[in-house]
């Protein structure tokens, strides 16, 4: 073994600090070879500003006896009433012989305000043992496979409520995607007109409330949206892919837009794109023009429809 020397540069009062721990991290009556141990000092009622330095124990550690960590403080307990705390430090030792090892004492030099002083701890010793092995009577034996023991009826009636279970999650999955895909298609199927949907979503922007600076730009993007909506499904136009300029290029070819219709709905469209685009703020009087102008061209629209399926 390796002996660890203490130098302290200064001349300071060596006050006996008691016992050092040395406790085993295996929970086992005896220490054996390999095993680490935790190997430190616990020091209690230490004042807030109190400062501590340890020796190092890197040269502890060689080939019979090895440094796995090194010094590590852990504050157990506090009094926040008289300002101190219990703490713990440690360093964690393997051995890797067997025999009685004398471990060195543990100094900590302690550093107040007010004085400093150096605590030892006296180490206790540390016995190694090894697993027992008689040469003469020890004999090598081929490794044995792994023992099988056969399959019993309740472990077989396990596997098998296991099995149905799987079974039956399997089941309700595939009949809950059918029966939503039935759903979907139900849906599909009872779709409102486009005209219907276009005024329900227009509806839900009726209030005055909307007209707020802050909020005009979700208004005005609420409304080109549900008439765009509309107009893909009336006309067959991608409108809500489409710039205003675009969408009204397209809608002067063939479609049956009276010029005032037209120039209404377009001039609403634009002053949408100043509010979104431009952060225009527009007055009331433009404000309460909107959704009138929207349903009118809805439902004109959808009258215009109507008419042609009549004829």
Same mark, same amino acid.
């Given at each position: 073994?390796?002996?660890? +020397?203490?130098?302290?540069?200064?001349?300071?009062?060596?006050?006996?600090?008691?016992?050092?721990?040395?406790?085993?991290?295996?929970?086992?009556?005896? %220490?054996?070879?390999?095993?680490?141990?935790?190997?430190? *000092?616990?020091?209690?009622?230490?004042?807030?500003?109190?400062?501590?330095?340890?020796?190092? !124990?890197?040269?502890?550690?060689?080939?019979?006896?090895?440094?796995?960590? &090194?010094?590590?403080?852990?504050? $157990?307990?506090?009094?926040?009433?008289?300002?101190?705390?219990?703490?713990?430090?440690?360093?964690? =030792?393997?051995?890797?012989?067997?025999?009685?090892?004398?471990?060195?004492?543990?100094? %900590?030099?302690?550093?107040?305000?007010?004085?400093?002083?150096?605590?030892? *701890?006296?180490?206790?010793?540390?016995?190694?043992?090894? $697993?027992?092995?008689?040469?003469?009577?020890?004999?090598?034996?081929?490794?044995?496979?792994?023992?099988?023991?056969?399959?019993?009826?309740?472990?077989?009636?396990? =596997?098998?409520?296991?099995? $149905?279970?799987?079974?039956? %999650?399997?089941?309700? =999955?595939?009949?809950? +995607?059918?029966?939503?895909?039935?759903?979907?298609?139900?849906?599909?199927?009872?779709?409102?007109?486009?005209?219907?949907?276009?005024?329900?979503?227009?509806?839900?922007?009726?209030?005055?409330?909307?007209?707020?600076?802050?909020?005009?730009?979700? *208004?005005?993007?609420? %409304?080109?949206?549900?008439?765009?909506?509309?107009?893909?499904?009336?006309?067959?136009?991608?409108?809500?892919?489409?710039?205003?300029?675009?969408? *009204?290029?397209?809608?002067?070819?063939?479609?049956?837009?009276?010029?005032?219709?037209?120039?209404?709905?377009?001039?609403?469209?634009?002053?949408?794109?100043? +509010?979104?685009?431009?952060?225009?703020?527009?007055?009331?009087?433009? &404000?309460?023009?909107?959704?009138?102008?929207?349903?009118? !061209? +809805?439902?004109?629209?959808?009258?215009?429809?109507?008419?042609?399926?009549?004829?």
């Amino acid at each position: 073994m390796r002996a660890l +020397v203490f130098i302290l540069v200064l001349l300071l009062d060596i006050i006996p600090g008691g016992e050092a721990f040395l406790r085993p991290l295996q929970k086992r009556d005896s %220490v054996l070879v390999a095993d680490q141990l935790a190997y430190g *000092f616990r020091l209690e009622g230490v004042q807030e500003g109190t400062g501590l330095a340890l020796s190092d !124990f890197a040269p502890l550690s060689g080939d019979t006896l090895v440094l796995v960590r &090194n010094w590590q403080l852990d504050t $157990l307990k506090t009094s926040k009433r008289h300002h101190t705390y219990d703490i713990e430090g440690s360093v964690i =030792i393997a051995p890797f012989e067997p025999g009685t090892y004398h471990l060195p004492d543990i100094g %900590v030099l302690r550093v107040t305000p007010s004085a400093s002083d150096t605590l030892v *701890f006296t180490a206790p010793e540390l016995e190694v043992k090894t $697993l027992p092995v008689d040469p003469e009577t020890f004999e090598i034996h081929d490794i044995k496979d792994q023992i099988r023991y056969p399959l019993t009826w309740g472990e077989a009636l396990r =596997i098998l409520l296991c099995l $149905l279970l799987a079974a039956g %999650v399997v089941f309700g =999955i595939v009949l809950l +995607v059918r029966r939503r895909r039935a759903r979907g298609q139900g849906e599909a199927v009872r779709r409102d007109p486009p005209h219907i949907v276009a005024l329900r979503k227009l509806d839900a922007y009726r209030s005055e409330k909307f007209w707020e600076p802050s909020r005009q730009k979700q *208004f005005y993007s609420g %409304v080109t949206d549900a008439l765009k909506e509309y107009i893909d499904a009336r006309y067959g136009i991608d409108a809500p892919e489409m710039t205003t300029a675009e969408l *009204f290029a397209a809608l002067r070819e063939g479609r049956e837009l009276g010029e005032d219709q037209r120039r209404a709905l377009q001039e609403l469209f634009e002053r949408a794109d100043f +509010v979104k685009f431009a952060k225009y703020i527009a007055p009331d009087t433009d &404000n309460a023009t909107v959704l009138p102008t929207a349903v009118k !061209f +809805v439902t004109d629209t959808y009258q215009t429809e109507l008419e042609e399926e009549a004829a």
